[in-house]
């Protein structure tokens, strides 16, 4: 398989649905997810969605991405739970990401977007990542495209079903649970319910390939 260097690795995972406000379950308060036993707290999200919007307010844009997010808390649990299946899969194969490969992957993101500026920019009008979370885009490029190489995945329907068991398996090892507030998360399709997350079909793909707003 080619190896990914687009913009695009998230890409699909930041479509869901409209904006919940988050507060803690009864069994788990505080908590926007449990994974793996380790929470993920709403404190956190919420510190990820406000960077994010710091960020867009900065924006002449401002008022069009903002629309164009209003979804920014589930989209970032969303990613945040899929970071940490990514990780398993990772340990589970041996895979890691040296700081190496990490600076070489946004070494490549910043020339083909034409720049640091430019790539802040594209990732946060099309993903809605702030720059302060570039290197989590950098650092889950480099562990996917190391996993398929692991796993001999190759950009055929057959390669992504492979993908899809090898993560819905940890996905379902990791027990998640998310706070209904924000839905359910989905073993079988790795993503919150109600979202749209064709992320196996990421594979390969030129940042081109993918339409603004993905």
């Given at each position: 398989?080619?190896?990914?260097t687009?913009l695009?690795?998230?890409?699909?995972?930041?479509?869901?649905?409209?904006l919940?406000?988050?507060?803690?379950?009864?069994?788990?308060p505080?908590?926007?997810?449990?994974?793996?036993?380790?929470?993920?707290d709403?404190?956190?999200?919420?510190?990820?969605?406000k960077?994010?919007?710091?960020?867009?307010e900065?924006?002449?844009?401002?008022?069009?991405?903002?629309?164009?997010?209003?979804?920014?808390?589930r989209?970032?649990?969303n990613?945040?739970?899929?970071d940490?299946?990514v990780?398993?899969?990772?340990?589970?194969?041996?895979?890691?990401?040296?700081?190496?490969?990490?600076?070489?992957?946004?070494?490549?993101?910043?020339?083909?977007?034409?720049?640091?500026?430019?790539?802040?920019t594209?990732?946060?009008?099309?993903?809605?990542?702030?720059?302060?979370?570039?290197?989590?885009?950098v650092?889950?490029?480099v562990?996917?495209?190391?996993i398929?190489?692991?796993?001999g995945?190759?950009?055929?329907?057959?390669g992504?079903?492979?993908?899809?068991?090898?993560?819905?398996?940890?996905?379902?090892?990791?027990?998640?649970?998310v706070?209904p507030?924000?839905?359910?998360w989905d073993?079988?399709?790795?993503?919150l319910?109600?979202?749209?997350?064709?992320?196996?079909?990421?594979?390969?793909?030129?940042?081109a390939?993918?339409?603004?707003?993905a």
């Amino acid at each position: 398989m080619h190896r990914r260097t687009a913009l695009t690795v998230s890409a699909a995972l930041l479509a869901a649905a409209s904006l919940l406000t988050a507060c803690g379950s009864d069994a788990h308060p505080g908590a926007a997810a449990v994974v793996g036993g380790e929470r993920i707290d709403v404190s956190s999200l919420q510190a990820q969605v406000k960077d994010v919007r710091t960020a867009q307010e900065r924006s002449p844009q401002a008022a069009q991405l903002v629309r164009a997010t209003g979804d920014l808390s589930r989209r970032k649990l969303n990613v945040m739970i899929f970071d940490r299946v990514v990780d398993k899969v990772a340990a589970d194969n041996g895979v890691t990401a040296t700081r190496a490969e990490l600076q070489q992957t946004r070494t490549a993101f910043v020339r083909e977007s034409g720049g640091e500026e430019r790539l802040a920019t594209v990732l946060l009008q099309e993903q809605g990542v702030a720059p302060g979370q570039i290197d989590d885009v950098v650092r889950r490029n480099v562990l996917m495209n190391k996993i398929a190489a692991k796993l001999g995945v190759t950009d055929t329907p057959e390669g992504q079903q492979k993908m899809t068991d090898v993560f819905s398996a940890a996905s379902k090892a990791l027990a998640i649970d998310v706070n209904p507030r924000y839905g359910a998360w989905d073993d079988a399709q790795v993503r919150l319910s109600a979202t749209t997350a064709p992320w196996l079909r990421q594979i390969g793909q030129d940042p081109a390939a993918v339409p603004a707003g993905a």
